[in-house]
């Protein structure tokens, strides 16, 4: 089961923190579990791995058995929360190579989550002369860039298929009621699915926005859920016995302690696109009211030859969590070498996995030698169930950290400036006001 330590915490945080903050943390407890707290119209996330549409998640996986039957490639379309959790669960699981190994399901692209004209062109170009079919994602139904990438793929489908094939091939992710995507998939026929009123974006990879892409990959969704069901029963009981609360005491500790940055790091790059989701979830729900940790990432041991060295002797300002996986799916030994060239014999007839476990151990002594706090997520093997539970845990964890802050975890207005900025300056209609005077602004 998941767990969270802390290390060598006492040379940094010497008072017994955990008491003190329990009361407060039973409070935003009680909130994420009633919905009372501010933004509680958006925690049905909290019991979603217990409570969710059993007739919906069996049409999940009707479609994503059929995108496997009658296609190669799997276009994603969507942005922040409705891309990032799918990519980093299959690239976690599967391989971040996913799409270059051999296999019978589909390749996945992601698409609509820049505003690329060359990243989005040779997605085109690998799909030419490939069946595919389109998942576009889009709670508001409204967001420039997967609706500008959606135009695109569309086309391609109906000139490639016909609209009565394309219609075969659209599989829209919405809001129930609202927004352009559901009129349009409405009037067109394509299979709609449903990104619930009470989940937000970055709440919501265990709901079809997350589902369908994964399930179409080839991972264990009912595992994955399974997972998840089991951290939520861990974190329905108030305690620290729950490792979000561990995990949310000592990450608030160290911000009233004056760090301002939290870096996410793991020794699998299978991690990397996790942490990218890890870092919307923490950015979005704390980043407001001048408050809130900087999530950063780091991919190791990779990173410990780069961004290594700021970590180790740099501005004094951040901590580190660590996930840490057991043994990995795949076990390689250094191989002996007589001549001992490269003398690396001491190691010969060790596992990688050996080398790794010693390798974090290294790291965990030197940062926190050199002034930076570590805690340890421990996450277990690497697969559907355990990644199931981790994302409970960083979703509860993030839901708890919130509350501590005092500020509303479910909310991101402060992603509204730069879309306002975009749409006067591309003049959309509505924004001519704003229009000249953000040119003028430019010209400065
Ligand atoms: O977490 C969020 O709410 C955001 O990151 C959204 O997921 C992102 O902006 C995409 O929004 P939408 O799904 O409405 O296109």
């Given at each position: 089961m998941l767990d969270v330590k802390t290390f060598h915490m006492d040379s940094f945080i010497p008072m017994p923190y955990e008491e003190a903050l329990s009361p407060r943390l039973k409070l935003a407890q009680d909130k994420l579990q009633n919905g009372s707290g501010q933004g509680g119209e958006f925690t049905g996330w909290v019991h979603l791995p217990r409570n969710y549409d059993q007739a919906e998640y069996a049409r999940i996986k009707a479609a994503a058995a059929k995108i496997r039957k009658n296609s190669k490639a799997l276009v994603v379309i969507g942005i922040g929360g409705s891309y990032l959790g799918a990519r980093g669960v299959v690239e976690c699981l599967q391989s971040p190579n996913y799409n270059l190994k051999k296999k019978d399901t589909p390749n996945l692209y992601f698409v609509g989550n820049a505003l690329s004209s060359d990243a989005m062109g040779e997605v085109m170009d690998l799909i030419d002369g490939v069946d595919f079919s389109v998942n576009v994602i889009s709670k508001s139904g409204t967001t420039t860039e997967p609706a500008v990438a959606f135009r695109f793929f569309r086309n391609l489908l109906e000139e490639r298929y016909g609209r009565e094939g394309a219609r075969e091939r659209i599989f829209a992710t919405t809001d129930r009621l609202k927004g352009a995507l559901k009129s349009l998939a409405d009037s067109e026929g394509w299979?709609?699915?449903?990104?619930?009123?009470?989940?937000?974006?970055?709440?919501?990879?265990?709901?079809?926005?997350?589902?369908?892409?994964?399930?179409?990959?080839?991972?264990?969704?009912?595992?994955?859920?399974?997972?998840?069901?089991?951290?939520?029963?861990?974190?329905?009981?108030?305690?620290?016995?729950?490792?979000?609360?561990?995990?949310?005491?000592?990450?608030?500790?160290?911000?009233?302690?004056?760090?301002?940055?939290?870096?996410?790091?793991?020794?699998?790059?299978?991690?990397?696109?996790?942490?990218?989701?890890?870092?919307?979830?923490?950015?979005?729900?704390?980043?407001?009211?001048?408050?809130?940790?900087?999530?950063?990432?780091?991919?190791?041991?990779?990173?410990?030859?780069?961004?290594?060295?700021?970590?180790?002797?740099?501005?004094?300002?951040?901590?580190?969590?660590?996930?840490?996986?057991?043994?990995?799916?795949?076990?390689?030994?250094?191989?002996?070498?007589?001549?001992?060239?490269?003398?690396?014999?001491?190691?010969?007839?060790?596992?990688?996995?050996?080398?790794?476990?010693?390798?974090?151990?290294?790291?965990?002594?030197?940062?926190?030698?050199?002034?930076?706090?570590?805690?340890?997520?421990?996450?277990g093997e690497r697969n559907a169930e355990t990644l199931g539970q981790l994302i409970y845990f960083f979703e509860y964890a993030c839901g708890l950290s919130g509350y501590l802050l005092d500020v509303n975890p479910f909310d991101q207005p402060g992603v509204e400036a730069y879309k306002k900025n975009m749409f006067a300056l591309l003049g959309k209609p509505g924004y001519e006001a704003q229009k000249s005077e953000l040119e003028a602004k430019l010209q400065k």
């Open positions: 299979e709609t699915f449903v990104v619930p009123d009470d989940i937000g974006g970055r709440y919501s990879v265990l709901t079809a926005v997350g589902l369908l892409p994964i399930a179409v990959s080839g991972v264990d969704i009912d595992a994955l859920m399974r997972g998840a069901a089991s951290m939520m029963d861990q974190c329905a009981v108030p305690g620290y016995e729950c490792p979000a609360w561990r995990y949310a005491a000592a990450r608030y500790q160290l911000y009233r302690d004056g760090r301002a940055v939290e870096i996410l790091g793991c020794f699998d790059p299978a991690f990397r696109m996790m942490a990218e989701w890890w870092k919307q979830l923490f950015g979005e729900s704390e980043g407001k009211e001048g408050k809130g940790l900087f999530p950063a990432s780091v991919e190791f041991t990779a990173d410990l030859h780069s961004m290594g060295q700021y970590i180790q002797q740099g501005k004094r300002l951040m901590f580190e969590t660590i996930v840490r996986f057991g043994s990995s799916a795949r076990q390689l030994n250094v191989p002996e070498d007589a001549e001992d060239g490269d003398g690396l014999n001491f190691l010969a007839g060790r596992s990688m996995d050996f080398i790794r476990d010693k390798a974090t151990e290294g790291t965990l002594l030197a940062h926190t030698e050199g002034g930076v706090p570590n805690l340890i997520v421990e996450a």
